[in-house]
């Protein structure tokens, strides 16, 4: 039976959402089993199980964090061969498509990444060039490595098993030779928000906000949504460039993004063209942004923003 | 300092790009150099000017994997200031994946370094065609070299590298010993423009034409034949076309939530 091995790295006290969504690709794929890096505690391991996996790969290694990226690679390769896998799941963040990288040049296996579904034969569905195109892409060798997309699939009901075995992969000796050491690691401020990338409503400034995000971030709060930026506000420097939706910076694709103050050129096109509902608000009729709006409002966001955030709470009471 | 820097000649993401051909490969007409790469060059160009540029034998060289055309991306970062170039192009190569590229820029590199060995290898964060961002880890994978990638800040001290990554949740200082690859991110400079002076003396500077044979890889290693990944199908995405328009009459904020009720989205 096909076999689908989730690295999960780190989660701390609970499962991701994005964990779980792997969990149930691996399940639609056969026998689901987990490589787990970090401290396993006894709710995380019983979820893993509820959720389907029948065996936790955990390194014997316990500095893995130490370094960038290889030595997860180096462990992750052991674990494939351990567990016999030849499906392997990572999530589709810079450091689980690098490991996936490396992973591949040493187990000879296809890395498909920015995956957004998973058929049962493994064939993976993708949306290249900025969203202008859907492919479906497969890995040609035994071991197929895919990073997938947050909100790629909605999770499956927990099925109530038990924790699941615990067997320990050796991490070969060598694994850190050569690895970047991470000498410092300074937490960012956590806003209270969703996470960009993966959440379901998305409010984004651009130049027309002026410096002042306040009103967005109001509206965002009020809709349960994260905030996101264009190129021309984060390089002003008025918000954080990890709030960069755009080209060269993170690529959306929530159920409703709002874009104000952005004229949509290309560059933040290529972020968000994918969302499944775009509203713009802009005081330049001509802006691009209105030609793939579907609700688009030209007028002082000022004067929009502020009232419909008003109107929002009213109607939540 | 010997440094490589890995240029890709890209579609221009200002007009419609698209995919073409039985193995769903990118059309290359209408190419630029990528524009992320434009800061891996910086990067290189700034190390190299910190230790006495190219008179204190310190050598940036730009290198480029693709079809004939692709000498333009070289072309353009010796105008910038690289002070040499190399461009690997062979038939054979056409619809490489991730894994293959990697091999085949390995070997370059390899090669680049046969008389004197390579200390860095830089790149941007990401093509802005194919974006998957596993090149750069793939080639650190294949050179043996340690990978210090998505580097918002670099500094080259001796031969310790110190980085800053920058992700959603923490900041990082990642720090290496050199020879090593780095992959630098668009904060981490302003790219210059090519002036007058650089376009002539670009005329000057020296691109290798690299094959297959001169770098010792079989065409069976690289092209669709030795990719680990296949594009099966590749569909346009229908455009998006626009939906209603209102001017703010002062109640536009109040039609907003109504549209976002009727969508369910509230």
């Known amino acids: ?317 | 300092m010997k440094i490589v820097v890995l240029v890709k000649h890209v579609p221009d993401a200002q007009f419609d790009r698209h995919l073409t051909g039985p193995g769903n490969t990118t059309d290359r007409d209408e190419s630029i150099l990528s524009e992320l790469d434009e800061y891996a060059l910086e990067a290189a160009l700034q190390i190299s000017e910190a230790r006495g540029g190219a008179k204190a034998g310190n050598e940036v060289i730009a290198l480029s994997m693709g079809p004939a055309g692709a000498v333009n991306a070289v072309k353009k970062s010796l105008q910038i200031g690289a002070s040499s170039g190399a461009h690997l192009s062979d038939d054979a190569l056409a619809g490489s994946d991730a894994a293959a590229t990697s091999l085949a820029l390995a070997a370059a590199i390899r090669h680049l370094g046969a008389d004197s060995p390579v200390d860095l290898v830089l790149t941007g964060m990401a093509s802005t065609d194919g974006e998957t961002s596993l090149v750069p880890a793939q080639l650190a994978e294949r050179l043996g070299l340690p990978q210090v990638t998505f580097a918002s800040s670099l500094d080259v001290d001796g031969d310790r590298v110190v980085a800053r990554r920058d992700g959603d949740a923490h900041a990082e200082t990642i720090e290496a010993t050199l020879p090593a690859l780095v992959s630098v991110t668009d904060q981490i400079n302003e790219p210059r423009y090519p002036n007058f002076k650089g376009i002539l003396a670009a005329k000057k500077k020296k691109i290798a034409s690299l094959s297959l044979a001169d770098i010792g890889v079989d065409a069976s290693q690289v092209g669709a034949a030795g990719s680990w990944t296949a594009v099966e199908t590749a569909e346009a995405r229908p455009p998006r076309t626009a939906g209603t328009i209102i001017t703010d009459e002062g109640d536009a904020g109040i039609k907003l939530v109504d549209f976002l009720a009727a969508q369910k989205l509230l």
């Open chain 1, 1 to 317: 039976m096909a076999k689908a091995l989730v690295f999960i790295d780190n989660p701390g006290a609970a499962l991701k959402k994005s964990s779980l969504e792997l969990l149930t690709i691996a399940r639609s794929l056969g026998e689901a089993a987990v490589a787990f890096n970090g401290e396993l505690n006894d709710d995380v391991a019983a979820a893993l199980g509820a959720h389907g996996a029948t065996a936790v790969y955990r390194p014997s290694a316990t500095d893995l964090d130490n370094y960038l990226v290889s030595p997860k690679a180096a462990y992750l390769a052991a674990a494939v061969a351990a567990s016999g896998a030849d499906t392997v799941l990572v999530e589709n963040t810079a450091d689980g498509k690098e490991i996936a990288a490396r992973l591949g040049v040493k187990l000879n296996a296809g890395v498909i990444t920015d995956v957004v579904g998973v058929d049962a034969d493994g064939t993976s569905h993708k949306s290249v060039l900025a969203g202008s195109y859907t492919t479906t892409a497969k890995a040609r060798t035994a071991v197929a490595i895919l990073a997938v997309k947050p909100n790629s699939v909605d999770v499956d009901a927990p099925v109530g098993a038990g924790a699941p075995e615990t067997i320990t992969v050796e991490v070969p000796a060598d694994a850190a030779a050569n690895a970047a050491r991470i000498t410092g690691r300074t937490e960012k401020p956590a806003s209270g928000r969703p996470e960009l990338t993966e959440a379901r409503i998305v409010v984004a400034g651009g130049r027309g906000v002026d410096g002042d995000f306040g009103p967005l971030e109001e509206l965002a709060d009020a809709l349960g949504g994260a905030v996101g930026a264009s190129r021309a506000a984060t390089d002003a420097g008025w918000i954080g460039h990890d709030y960069q939706v755009g080209q060269t910076g993170k690529t959306v694709s929530p159920q409703l993004y709002i874009s104000a103050g952005i004229s949509g050129a290309i560059q933040q096109k290529a972020g968000m063209q994918t969302s499944k509902v775009i509203v713009a608000i802009n005081k330049d009729a001509e802006s691009p942004v209105f030609e793939i709006a579907d609700f688009g409002i030209v007028g002082d966001l000022f004067k929009v923003v502020p009232q419909a955030t008003e109107e929002i709470k009213k109607r939540k009471g």
